[in-house]
């Protein structure tokens, strides 16, 4: 039986993915704001690497990061371009569990996946 590769992930789902992920790192970091220090050592982290060239959009965040809660949670759940741009270059891994991260996979591209 020849194994067949795995469905095309469409832009509209990874943005849909994404969406959900950070969907849920907002309940945790509301819940525990401190989480956000996370989110600020990634980006540091990142920065400081050997020849980093990384995305603009790791100033956007640092940015965002540097202002009110309201106002990083809502940028973390804008259902904007901008915001669908600022999740794919997210600082926030760490955050929630792999195992919750593959539960909002299988509920955004189904069990099969």
Request: include cysteine; glycine fraction near 8%; proline fraction near 7%.
């Given at each position: 039986?020849?194994?067949?590769?795995?469905?095309?992930?469409?832009?509209?789902?990874?943005?849909?993915?994404?969406?959900?992920?950070?969907?849920?790192?907002?309940?945790?970091?509301?819940?525990?704001?401190?989480?956000?220090?996370?989110?600020?050592?990634?980006?540091?982290?990142?920065?400081?690497?050997?020849?980093?060239?990384?995305?603009?959009?790791?100033?956007?965040?640092?940015?965002?990061?540097?202002?009110p809660?309201?106002?990083?949670l809502?940028?973390?759940?804008?259902r904007?371009?901008?915001?669908?741009?600022?999740?794919?270059?997210?600082?926030?891994?760490?955050?929630?569990?792999?195992?919750?991260r593959?539960e909002i996979?299988?509920?955004?591209?189904?069990?099969?996946?």
């Open positions: 039986m020849a194994v067949r590769p795995p469905p095309a992930r469409t832009h509209a789902q990874l943005d849909r993915f994404n969406l959900r992920l950070h969907e849920e790192v907002a309940k945790c970091v509301r819940a525990n704001p401190a989480m956000l220090d996370r989110a600020r050592a990634n980006i540091t982290r990142w920065k400081q690497q050997p020849g980093w060239s990384g995305p603009r959009d790791l100033d956007v965040w640092s940015a965002i990061l540097a202002g809660l309201e106002g990083v809502s940028a973390m759940v804008a904007t371009e901008e915001g669908d741009r600022l999740r794919q270059s997210s600082p926030f891994c760490g955050i929630i569990t792999q195992a919750r593959m996979f299988r509920e955004v591209y189904g069990q099969g996946s």
